[in-house]
Protein backbone atom coordinates (compact mmCIF):
# COMPACT_ATOMS: atom_id res chain seq x y z
CA UNK A 1 0.00 0.00 0.00
CA UNK A 2 1.22 3.76 -0.28
CA UNK A 3 0.10 7.15 -0.28
CA UNK A 4 1.25 10.34 -1.58
CA UNK A 5 1.30 12.64 1.67
CA UNK A 6 3.17 15.60 3.43
CA UNK A 7 2.98 18.06 6.72
CA UNK A 8 2.93 21.55 7.34
CA UNK A 9 6.86 22.32 7.01
CA UNK A 10 8.90 22.01 9.88
CA UNK A 11 9.92 25.50 10.10
CA UNK A 12 6.27 26.47 10.82
CA UNK A 13 6.37 23.95 13.86
CA UNK A 14 8.77 26.16 16.11
CA UNK A 15 7.44 27.60 19.05
CA UNK A 16 7.67 31.18 17.76
CA UNK A 17 5.12 30.57 15.02
CA UNK A 18 1.67 29.05 16.88
CA UNK A 19 0.43 32.42 17.48
CA UNK A 20 0.48 32.99 13.89
CA UNK A 21 -1.40 29.62 13.23
CA UNK A 22 -3.89 30.33 15.70
CA UNK A 23 -4.88 33.87 13.99
CA UNK A 24 -5.56 32.44 10.64
CA UNK A 25 -7.58 28.99 11.14
CA UNK A 26 -7.39 28.54 14.98
CA UNK A 27 -5.49 25.60 15.06
CA UNK A 28 -1.59 24.37 15.46
CA UNK A 29 1.01 23.71 15.09
CA UNK A 30 2.84 23.88 18.23
CA UNK A 31 6.43 22.11 19.46
CA UNK A 32 3.34 18.97 20.71
CA UNK A 33 2.33 18.89 17.05
CA UNK A 34 3.37 15.17 15.32
CA UNK A 35 1.60 14.81 12.36
CA UNK A 36 2.01 11.19 12.21
CA UNK A 37 -0.41 9.19 10.12
CA UNK A 38 -0.93 5.20 9.76
CA UNK A 39 -1.47 3.18 6.80
CA UNK A 40 -3.31 -0.60 7.52
CA UNK A 41 -3.73 -3.70 5.37
CA UNK A 42 -6.25 -5.39 8.48
CA UNK A 43 -5.90 -5.83 12.16
CA UNK A 44 -1.90 -6.94 11.97
CA UNK A 45 -0.75 -5.03 8.84
CA UNK A 46 -0.33 -1.77 9.95
CA UNK A 47 2.88 1.16 9.68
CA UNK A 48 3.60 4.31 11.12
CA UNK A 49 4.80 6.99 8.94
CA UNK A 50 5.68 11.30 9.85
CA UNK A 51 5.59 13.20 6.91
CA UNK A 52 7.72 15.75 6.05
CA UNK A 53 7.32 19.34 3.93
CA UNK A 54 7.61 17.96 1.12
CA UNK A 55 5.52 15.35 -1.42
CA UNK A 56 6.75 12.30 -1.28
CA UNK A 57 5.01 8.54 -1.44
CA UNK A 58 5.07 7.03 1.52
CA UNK A 59 4.96 2.80 1.21
CA UNK A 60 4.55 -0.55 2.97
CA UNK A 61 4.35 -4.11 2.75
CA UNK A 62 2.54 -7.37 4.41
CA UNK A 63 1.27 -10.30 4.33
CA UNK A 64 -2.44 -10.13 4.81
CA UNK A 65 -4.45 -13.43 6.16
CA UNK A 66 -4.37 -15.73 3.08
CA UNK A 67 -8.17 -17.70 3.02
CA UNK A 68 -8.09 -20.70 -0.41
CA UNK A 69 -5.66 -18.50 -2.17
CA UNK A 70 -6.87 -14.69 -1.74
CA UNK A 71 -5.99 -12.34 0.11
CA UNK A 72 -8.42 -10.89 2.49
CA UNK A 73 -7.23 -7.20 3.12
CA UNK A 74 -8.92 -4.48 4.81
CA UNK A 75 -7.50 -1.39 3.91
CA UNK A 76 -7.45 2.18 5.84
CA UNK A 77 -5.56 5.55 6.52
CA UNK A 78 -5.72 7.11 9.28
CA UNK A 79 -3.89 10.56 10.95
CA UNK A 80 -2.95 9.19 14.30
CA UNK A 81 -1.03 12.04 15.21
CA UNK A 82 -1.51 15.61 15.96
CA UNK A 83 -1.21 18.80 13.38
CA UNK A 84 -2.37 19.31 9.60
CA UNK A 85 -1.33 16.88 6.58
CA UNK A 86 -2.40 16.35 2.84
CA UNK A 87 -3.14 13.22 1.10
CA UNK A 88 -3.04 12.07 -2.55
CA UNK A 89 -3.22 8.95 -4.38
CA UNK A 90 -3.97 6.12 -2.26
CA UNK A 91 -2.75 2.81 -4.43
CA UNK A 92 -3.09 -0.91 -3.57
CA UNK A 93 -0.92 -3.06 -5.34
CA UNK A 94 0.07 -6.87 -4.80
CA UNK A 95 4.04 -7.68 -3.74
CA UNK A 96 3.21 -10.62 -5.63
CA UNK A 97 1.56 -11.81 -8.98
CA UNK A 98 1.17 -14.52 -11.29
CA UNK A 99 0.50 -14.49 -14.43
CA UNK A 100 -0.72 -18.11 -16.41
CA UNK A 101 -0.95 -19.13 -19.81
CA UNK A 102 -2.58 -22.10 -21.69
CA UNK A 103 -0.87 -24.20 -24.13
CA UNK A 104 -2.75 -24.79 -27.57
CA UNK A 105 -0.67 -27.69 -28.55
CA UNK A 106 -0.98 -29.50 -25.05
CA UNK A 107 -2.74 -29.69 -21.50
CA UNK A 108 0.82 -27.32 -20.54
CA UNK A 109 0.36 -24.13 -18.32
CA UNK A 110 3.42 -21.69 -18.40
CA UNK A 111 3.76 -19.83 -15.20
CA UNK A 112 5.26 -15.92 -14.94
CA UNK A 113 5.96 -14.70 -11.24
CA UNK A 114 6.84 -11.24 -10.44
CA UNK A 115 7.09 -8.53 -7.82
CA UNK A 116 7.47 -4.89 -7.12
CA UNK A 117 10.17 -5.38 -4.68
CA UNK A 118 13.22 -4.63 -7.12
CA UNK A 119 16.32 -6.54 -6.13
CA UNK A 120 15.25 -9.38 -4.60
CA UNK A 121 14.83 -12.89 -5.17
CA UNK A 122 11.73 -15.45 -5.70
CA UNK A 123 11.84 -18.52 -4.55
CA UNK A 124 9.24 -21.27 -5.38
CA UNK A 125 7.21 -24.85 -4.56
CA UNK A 126 4.36 -26.78 -6.53
CA UNK A 127 3.88 -29.44 -3.79
CA UNK A 128 1.62 -27.34 -1.58
CA UNK A 129 4.86 -26.45 1.18
CA UNK A 130 5.92 -23.42 2.23
CA UNK A 131 8.30 -21.79 0.32
CA UNK A 132 11.89 -20.93 1.59
CA UNK A 133 15.07 -19.36 0.54
CA UNK A 134 16.38 -23.36 -0.32
CA UNK A 135 13.53 -23.48 -2.40
CA UNK A 136 13.21 -23.37 -6.26
CA UNK A 137 14.73 -19.79 -7.57
CA UNK A 138 13.00 -18.37 -9.83
CA UNK A 139 14.75 -17.81 -13.03
CA UNK A 140 12.29 -17.24 -16.28
CA UNK A 141 8.81 -18.69 -17.28
CA UNK A 142 8.05 -22.27 -16.73
CA UNK A 143 5.61 -25.19 -17.47
CA UNK A 144 3.75 -27.24 -15.69
CA UNK A 145 2.29 -30.82 -16.58
CA UNK A 146 -0.21 -31.61 -13.81
CA UNK A 147 -1.91 -30.17 -11.15
CA UNK A 148 -0.33 -28.10 -8.52
CA UNK A 149 -0.56 -25.57 -5.31
CA UNK A 150 2.06 -22.82 -6.35
CA UNK A 151 3.33 -20.73 -3.63
CA UNK A 152 6.15 -18.01 -4.11
CA UNK A 153 8.11 -15.55 -1.40
CA UNK A 154 10.20 -13.01 -1.90
CA UNK A 155 12.86 -12.11 0.44
CA UNK A 156 14.97 -8.23 1.01
CA UNK A 157 17.30 -8.45 3.74
CA UNK A 158 16.56 -12.47 5.01
CA UNK A 159 13.01 -10.70 5.63
CA UNK A 160 10.05 -12.31 3.29
CA UNK A 161 8.34 -9.46 1.97
CA UNK A 162 5.95 -10.98 -0.64
CA UNK A 163 3.67 -14.15 -0.81
CA UNK A 164 1.47 -15.28 -3.23
CA UNK A 165 -0.44 -18.81 -3.85
CA UNK A 166 -2.28 -20.34 -6.63
CA UNK A 167 -3.86 -23.92 -7.20
CA UNK A 168 -3.79 -24.92 -10.36
CA UNK A 169 -5.63 -28.06 -11.88
CA UNK A 170 -4.80 -29.73 -15.19
CA UNK A 171 -7.24 -31.68 -17.21
CA UNK A 172 -7.97 -33.14 -20.86
CA UNK A 173 -10.20 -29.64 -21.04
CA UNK A 174 -7.08 -26.91 -19.80
CA UNK A 175 -6.05 -25.19 -23.08
CA UNK A 176 -8.55 -26.42 -25.45
CA UNK A 177 -11.16 -24.15 -27.56
CA UNK A 178 -14.81 -23.90 -25.88
CA UNK A 179 -17.70 -22.72 -28.23
CA UNK A 180 -20.27 -20.89 -26.07
CA UNK A 181 -24.39 -21.16 -27.28
CA UNK A 182 -24.74 -18.11 -25.02
CA UNK A 183 -22.58 -15.04 -24.18
CA UNK A 184 -21.12 -14.75 -20.85
CA UNK A 185 -21.44 -11.48 -18.76
CA UNK A 186 -18.79 -8.79 -19.15
CA UNK A 187 -19.21 -8.36 -15.39
CA UNK A 188 -17.90 -11.56 -14.54
CA UNK A 189 -15.89 -13.19 -17.87
CA UNK A 190 -13.32 -15.44 -15.94
CA UNK A 191 -10.66 -14.52 -18.45
CA UNK A 192 -12.90 -14.31 -21.26
CA UNK A 193 -12.93 -17.38 -24.01
CA UNK A 194 -10.12 -19.58 -21.89
CA UNK A 195 -12.20 -18.67 -18.49
CA UNK A 196 -13.56 -22.05 -18.44
CA UNK A 197 -10.28 -23.81 -19.29
CA UNK A 198 -7.15 -21.67 -18.16
CA UNK A 199 -6.52 -23.90 -15.09
CA UNK A 200 -7.64 -21.91 -12.42
CA UNK A 201 -9.95 -22.69 -9.71
CA UNK A 202 -12.36 -19.50 -8.43
CA UNK A 203 -12.15 -19.35 -4.53
CA UNK A 204 -15.41 -19.13 -2.56
CA UNK A 205 -15.98 -15.33 -2.86
CA UNK A 206 -17.95 -14.71 -6.05
CA UNK A 207 -15.98 -11.37 -6.52
CA UNK A 208 -12.86 -12.69 -7.26
CA UNK A 209 -12.81 -12.84 -11.19
CA UNK A 210 -12.17 -15.92 -11.08
CA UNK A 211 -16.14 -16.75 -11.54
CA UNK A 212 -18.21 -17.28 -14.86
CA UNK A 213 -21.35 -15.76 -15.04
CA UNK A 214 -24.50 -15.75 -17.05
CA UNK A 215 -27.36 -13.13 -16.32
CA UNK A 216 -30.80 -14.68 -16.77
CA UNK A 217 -29.09 -17.34 -19.41
CA UNK A 218 -28.27 -21.36 -19.27
CA UNK A 219 -24.52 -22.12 -19.60
CA UNK A 220 -24.25 -23.93 -22.97
CA UNK A 221 -20.78 -25.13 -23.78
CA UNK A 222 -19.09 -27.55 -26.28
CA UNK A 223 -15.39 -28.16 -25.14
CA UNK A 224 -12.98 -29.55 -28.22
CA UNK A 225 -10.49 -31.91 -26.84
CA UNK A 226 -8.83 -31.58 -30.35
CA UNK A 227 -8.52 -35.44 -31.02
CA UNK A 228 -10.59 -38.82 -29.63
CA UNK A 229 -10.03 -39.29 -26.39
CA UNK A 230 -10.96 -41.86 -23.46
CA UNK A 231 -13.16 -39.85 -21.34
CA UNK A 232 -14.22 -40.89 -17.66
CA UNK A 233 -14.87 -38.50 -15.48
CA UNK A 234 -16.30 -34.63 -15.91
CA UNK A 235 -15.99 -32.41 -12.82
CA UNK A 236 -18.24 -29.23 -12.47
CA UNK A 237 -18.50 -26.38 -10.04
CA UNK A 238 -20.95 -23.71 -9.64
CA UNK A 239 -21.91 -20.73 -7.08
CA UNK A 240 -24.79 -19.70 -5.19
CA UNK A 241 -25.26 -16.93 -3.16
CA UNK A 242 -29.00 -16.52 -3.16
CA UNK A 243 -28.60 -12.66 -1.44
CA UNK A 244 -26.46 -11.80 -4.74
CA UNK A 245 -29.31 -13.21 -6.93
CA UNK A 246 -26.89 -16.36 -8.15
CA UNK A 247 -28.82 -19.62 -8.27
CA UNK A 248 -27.37 -23.49 -8.46
CA UNK A 249 -28.51 -24.60 -11.76
CA UNK A 250 -32.09 -26.29 -12.03
CA UNK A 251 -30.67 -29.31 -14.71
CA UNK A 252 -27.72 -30.57 -15.65
CA UNK A 253 -26.83 -32.57 -18.60
CA UNK A 254 -23.26 -33.90 -19.46
CA UNK A 255 -23.18 -35.18 -22.92
CA UNK A 256 -20.46 -36.42 -25.46
CA UNK A 257 -19.93 -37.02 -29.04
CA UNK A 258 -16.75 -38.05 -31.60
CA UNK A 259 -17.66 -36.21 -34.31
CA UNK A 260 -19.05 -32.70 -33.11
CA UNK A 261 -22.97 -34.09 -34.91
CA UNK A 262 -24.36 -36.69 -32.69
CA UNK A 263 -24.45 -36.16 -28.58
CA UNK A 264 -24.90 -38.98 -26.24
CA UNK A 265 -25.63 -38.07 -22.76
CA UNK A 266 -23.40 -39.60 -20.69
CA UNK A 267 -25.04 -42.69 -18.21
CA UNK A 268 -23.67 -41.44 -15.40
CA UNK A 269 -23.28 -41.55 -11.52
CA UNK A 270 -23.62 -38.19 -10.23
CA UNK A 271 -21.83 -36.65 -6.86
CA UNK A 272 -22.54 -33.42 -5.24
CA UNK A 273 -19.69 -32.73 -2.86
CA UNK A 274 -17.41 -30.18 -1.61
CA UNK A 275 -20.64 -27.81 -1.46
CA UNK A 276 -21.58 -25.69 1.43
CA UNK A 277 -25.21 -23.65 1.23
CA UNK A 278 -23.94 -19.88 -0.30
CA UNK A 279 -20.58 -21.05 -1.48
CA UNK A 280 -18.86 -23.56 -4.15
CA UNK A 281 -20.99 -26.27 -5.01
CA UNK A 282 -18.89 -29.62 -6.96
CA UNK A 283 -20.91 -31.83 -8.96
CA UNK A 284 -18.22 -35.18 -10.36
CA UNK A 285 -19.43 -37.43 -12.76
CA UNK A 286 -17.90 -40.35 -12.65
CA UNK A 287 -18.97 -42.85 -16.28
CA UNK A 288 -19.76 -46.23 -15.77
CA UNK A 289 -17.72 -46.88 -18.94
CA UNK A 290 -15.01 -44.74 -20.70
CA UNK A 291 -15.87 -43.09 -23.93
CA UNK A 292 -14.25 -42.29 -26.82
CA UNK A 293 -15.16 -38.74 -27.26
CA UNK A 294 -13.20 -35.66 -29.05
CA UNK A 295 -16.28 -32.83 -27.70
CA UNK A 296 -18.14 -32.92 -24.51
CA UNK A 297 -20.53 -30.55 -24.12
CA UNK A 298 -21.72 -28.73 -20.56
CA UNK A 299 -25.71 -27.88 -20.68
CA UNK A 300 -26.70 -26.28 -17.29
CA UNK A 301 -29.90 -24.46 -16.86
CA UNK A 302 -30.60 -21.65 -14.77
CA UNK A 303 -32.95 -20.88 -13.21
CA UNK A 304 -34.06 -17.91 -15.19
CA UNK A 305 -35.30 -15.29 -12.74
CA UNK A 306 -35.21 -15.05 -8.78
CA UNK A 307 -38.19 -16.88 -7.36
CA UNK A 308 -41.83 -15.24 -5.35
CA UNK A 309 -40.53 -13.93 -1.81
CA UNK A 310 -36.74 -13.69 -3.29
CA UNK A 311 -35.76 -9.58 -2.69
CA UNK A 312 -34.79 -9.86 -6.06
CA UNK A 313 -37.95 -11.55 -7.56
CA UNK A 314 -38.89 -11.17 -11.02
CA UNK A 315 -35.46 -10.01 -11.59
CA UNK A 316 -32.51 -12.39 -14.08
CA UNK A 317 -31.16 -14.96 -11.80
CA UNK A 318 -27.51 -15.44 -12.05
CA UNK A 319 -25.66 -18.61 -13.02
CA UNK A 320 -21.96 -18.50 -11.77
CA UNK A 321 -19.24 -21.63 -13.42
CA UNK A 322 -15.72 -21.73 -13.09
CA UNK A 323 -13.19 -24.66 -14.56
CA UNK A 324 -14.63 -27.33 -16.12
CA UNK A 325 -12.39 -30.44 -15.61
CA UNK A 326 -12.14 -33.52 -17.71
CA UNK A 327 -10.55 -36.91 -16.80
Not at 220 to 247: C, G, P, T, Y
Amino acid sequence: MSVQAKSIPLKHREKVKPKFFHKICGCGPDEEDFPEFTMTLGAHCKEYFMPNEEWNEYRFSCIPETVDGTSMISPGLQLTGKGTAWFDLVQLYPDMDVKSFVNRDNNDITIRITTVHKGTEIFYTLDGSEPTQSSTPFKGNFNIHTSAILKAVTFKDGVMVGYIERPFVISMATGRYVEYKYKYSTKYDAGMKDGLVDGILASSDFKDGRWQGFEGDDLDVVINLKEVKKVNEVILRFHSMQASWIFLPVEIKVLWSADGNEYYEFASSKDKADGVPEEVNKYTYRFQNDVEARYIRIFAKNIGACPEGHSGEGGKAWLFTDEIIIQ
